[in-house]
């Protein structure tokens, strides 16, 4: 019988990780000259992190997603510290989190440390995409000021043009510059706001780097489409956090490249993540982090989740050829242009982040929900799924938006959907036991019975 082995790589992702965390906290220990900012993890981070000096940032949804896995306990507290304060509780469960960190002035590393004192950041950086992104950061600077008469000034990058279909080879120039001028704006920004310079050398470099992340981790997920599959998404998500937080960084692109050539090895020996594999599913957002468990319960049926539209495409680079999808080519291949200079970088930049990470498949602010189903279909198909669970999730309006709409296109289209509600960040608002209920008796429906060897269930 084929066995399932550990990943080689899985320590040095979680020991990456939780560098980039502890490191955001204890950097103005550390060094004199630097600058620790944070923003969300759609930010264009490549501009801030190439300032000439030591950079550090944290992205406010990575901070909160591994806070509520790794401290549920924690995540409750901030939350009723939020509704104490006065906000209602169907805001984006994210933000609820961080604001609710800053209130109880407690920072929590990737590792699950605790630290009191919730750490000062130079500035805000963010891009507006959902109606939440501005108003996060916007909120949190007050509450910094009220909290600790700090003033921490904000910058937000509007990039709302509009549908960008995920099919669409280049996006509409003027969609392109109205962008590109923010972002030109907001280096002035920074430089006088930090007293420090952007570097056109460390720019360009985060950019090549940002390119490279987001184009491995799509190579990655290609390999997921072999049956078995080599990663369960429980496996996937510490693995694609990295480059939710650091994909700008040179240690994110050396570790997918380490990671790609691993997966690549599993699959050519057979290695699959689970040896009892039988059922395929596809998912659509976030998770309910406080609650992955139910990844792994599913796997006492045969049942798998080889990966999602999230965690495909928040931070994978791809385009679809001749219907299917691919990794995307460099922009040199793909659209004759080259990274010489800082603005044609930047232009660059401005397009590959909008396909990918800002405006990308993943997001549904403004594309109707038949461009969702067409992708989610996609998926489902190229990667041989059984099925598509849909994450009817309360703590994000933004990835929610049209959702319904989609589930229901996607059941007129003859796939097998099953829908649960939840919460990606609230632990209050998740009914795991009735949703691992529900879900065992849909498995039930297609078929599936447990597996039980040797008088017990096969999941460790
Ligand atoms: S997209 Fe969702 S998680 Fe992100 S800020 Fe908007 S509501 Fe929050």
């Avoid at 084929?2 to 550390?30: D, M, N, Q």
């Amino acid at each position: 019988m084929t066995i399932t082995k550990p990943l080689r790589t899985w320590g040095e992702f979680k020991k990456a990780v939780a560098k980039f965390s502890e490191e955001f906290y204890h950097c103005k220990e550390k060094y004199e000259n630097c600058i620790r900012w944070e923003g969300g993890d759609g930010a264009f981070e490549a501009i801030p992190n190439a300032l000439d000096c030591k950079v550090f940032h944290m992205a406010g949804e990575p901070y909160t997603g591994t806070l509520v896995n790794r401290r549920p306990d924690l995540a409750v507290e901030f939350q009723n510290e939020v509704k104490k304060f006065g906000f209602p509780e169907d805001m984006c469960a994210y933000m609820r989190t961080h604001w609710g960190s800053i209130l109880a002035d407690k920072f929590v590393t990737a590792n699950g440390n605790e630290y009191d004192g919730y750490p000062l950041p130079d500035f805000y950086w963010q891009t507006h995409a959902c109606c939440s992104h501005a108003r996060w950061f916007d909120v949190a600077s007050k509450l910094i000021q009220s909290k600790k008469g700090a003033n921490v000034p904000v910058y937000v990058v509007d990039v709302n043009v509009g549908p960008i279909n995920p099919r669409q080879k280049r996006i509409n120039p003027e969609k392109v510059d109205y962008i590109f001028n923010q972002l030109v704006n907001g280096i002035k920004w920074l430089e006088d706001t930090t007293g420090y310079q952007i570097s056109d050398k460390k720019l360009i470099g985060n950019i090549n780097n940002e390119i490279e992340s987001t184009r491995l981790w799509a190579e990655i997920m290609m390999y997921q489409q072999n049956i078995p599959a080599p990663l369960d998404e429980k496996m996937i998500f510490p693995l694609f956090t990295l480059a939710v937080q650091a994909r700008t960084d040179r240690i994110c692109v050396d570790l997918y490249r380490k990671l790609l050539k691993e997966i690549k090895q599993r699959v050519e020996e057979g290695i699959p993540a689970d040896p009892n594999e039988k059922f395929r599913i596809i998912s659509d957002a976030q998770p309910p982090w406080m609650n992955l468990d139910l990844y792994k319960e599913i796997r006492k049926y045969g049942a798998l989740f080889i990966g999602s539209l999230y965690t495909f495409s928040i931070i994978g680079a791809w385009e679809f050829v001749n219907g299917k999808m691919v990794p995307r080519r460099r922009p040199e291949e793909a659209w004759g242009v080259d990274l010489d200079s800082w603005e044609s970088a930047l232009k660059v930049l401005t397009e590959w982040h909008l396909k990918t990470i800002s405006m990308g498949p993943a997001t549904c602010m403004f594309n109707p929900p038949s461009t969702r189903a067409d992708t989610l279909s996609a998926i489902a198909d190229q990667w041989n799924a059984d099925a598509i669970i849909v994450h009817l999730n309360r703590g994000c309006e933004g990835l929610s938006l049209g959702l319904v709409e989609t589930t229901r296109l996607l059941k007129k289209r003859g796939y097998n959907v099953f829908e649960y509600e939840g919460n990606c960040a609230d632990p209050l608002d998740f009914d795991y036991d009735g949703t691992l209920n529900r879900l065992f008796s849909y498995l039930e429906t297609r078929g599936l019975t447990p597996i039980i060897e040797r008088g017990r269930s096969i999941v460790r």
